[in-house]
């Protein structure tokens, strides 16, 4: 089972891979690389999860794509998320801009900086203050909602999917309205060059790089200008963290720069693919816009499970252990498919089908362990709060066009989808 072979592959460009494959691997390759395949690769999972559900690739990656085995690998502490520690990235450049930015970033750290960090941002996402954003969000999706609605029409990517979880973390934050903007220009190259380097060129690579180095650059002013950020912003807090020596100043524009990142990228993921999927069963989208009891609380977790805004993940073996009958070794890359555990059907029941109603539903949209997403709490409320608001709103939303998916494979989602309304 050679499926993922060539699609997983770090650190080589498209071209020569497939000058140098057999004849069955070129059309396996293609196959994958389609845009076709990539936004809708559950067939493809649900044939490695039958066939070789921990499959060792010829490109110094495992692919693990059960459920038990990816929640069993996540919650192993012994794992690393640090990438320098595989034995594949043993000789990889990390001079870039983009290297030097994430390599400081909770989400690539292990313990004890890791928790040193997660420790210091936590208190922006307890229950409690998550809630009082409640408000905030209703008033941007509100606003945007009455600004939409004469045009009977609009790119909902665009227009709504993108800009409103930029808005509520940049408020989150306290980055002044006036460059919210600014930090949607630059987050889309650099979520791009987030990618393997198997669906990356070097046009993508400079584009991430110069991204980066821009939003340092504001970040770093940011941090260093009291007038320039809002004085009771999560970044006000870090600063005052730095001034007691728990972070230092790159530890905090990192920090920033992830919470930037994460906070509306895999949001709007599922906002698009979301709405997307409910257009496409309007019994289950009915549901929601009655505001059925038994899918209100649920609804948003399906959604997750089903779109999977996070493809994979990754961690580096550091001692050797057995993962689903499969022996690995320290040094070894373990790709964990998220998208295919949250499609496993040993664990849910008809994965194919969304089931607003779904509980339980052990999903792994946010991860599990020590690592699990720190904005669960933000990424389900702006969901719980956005998605009924559309649906209510517009009732007879509707498809107005071709829909088209982001060439990227990490993050799914889409980079267009037109709707219209009466």
């Known amino acids: 089972m050679a499926v993922l072979d060539a699609a997983l592959r ?66 192993d502490r012994t794992t690393s998320v640090d990438e320098a520690r595989a034995t594949a990235f043993a000789d990889a450049d990390r001079s870039s ?6 390599r400081r970033m909770m989400l690539f750290r292990d313990p004890p900086d890791h928790e040193r960090l ?22 941007v999706v509100a606003r945007r909602l009455d600004r939409l609605h004469p045009a009977g029409g609009a790119d909902l990517v665009d227009e709504l999917a993108y800009p409103v979880p930029i808005e509520v973390v940049c408020r989150l934050l306290g980055i002044p309205e006036r460059d919210h903007d600014r930090v949607r ?15 990356r060129d070097e046009a993508v690579e400079r584009a991430g790089d110069v991204a980066a180095l821009e939003l340092e650059a504001y970040l770093r002013a940011a941090a260093t200008t009291p007038a320039l950020r809002a004085p009771d912003g999560l970044l006000a807090e870090l600063v005052d963290a730095a001034g007691d020596d728990r972070l230092t100043l790159d530890e905090v524009i990192a920090t920033a720069a992830l919470l930037l990142l994460a906070g509306h990228e895999t949001t709007s993921n599922l906002l698009s693919a979301g709405i ?61 498919l998220l998208g295919a555990a949250n499609r496993d059907p040993t664990v849910f029941a008809d ?72």
Request: glycine share 4%.
């Open 10 to 75: 770090f650190g080589r460009p498209v071209a020569p891979l497939l000058a140098v494959l057999p004849s069955r691997r070129t059309k396996l390759a293609a196959f994958v690389l389609s845009p076709r395949v990539r936004a809708t690769p559950w067939a493809l999972y649900a044939e490695l999860q039958r066939r070789e559900p921990v499959l060792r690739t010829r490109f110094d990656a495992v692919l693990v794509s059960r459920h038990a085995d990816v929640t069993a690998v996540l919650r």
């Open 97 to 102: 801009p983009m290297s030097q930015v994430t």
């Open 118 to 139: 997660r420790r210091l941002v936590s208190r922006a996402f307890t229950p409690r203050r998550v809630t009082e954003l409640r408000g905030a969000v209703e008033e």
């Open 185 to 199: 220009r630059l987050a889309a190259p650099i979520a791009v060059a987030f990618d393997v380097d198997l669906f």
């Open 276 to 336: 997307l999927a409910l257009l496409a069963d309007p019994a289950a989208a009915q549901r929601w816009r009655d505001g059925d009891p038994l899918v209100e609380a649920t609804a948003t977790d399906e959604l997750l499970r089903f779109t999977s805004p996070v493809q994979f993940t990754q961690r580096v073996v550091t001692e050797r252990t057995e993962v689903g009958g499969t022996t690995v070794e320290p040094g070894e890359l373990l790709a964990l």
């Open 351 to 422: 994965p194919q089908r969304l089931d607003l109603a779904r509980d339980p539903n052990p999903h792994v949209g946010f991860g599990t362990g020590i690592h699990a997403c720190l904005g669960a709490a933000l990424a389900r409320l702006e969901a719980d709060v956005a998605v009924p608001a559309i649906l209510r709103r517009w009732p007879d939303l509707r498809l107005d066009g071709r829909p088209r998916w982001r060439p990227t494979s990490v993050l799914r989602g889409l980079s267009t989808l037109p709707v219209r309304w009466s």
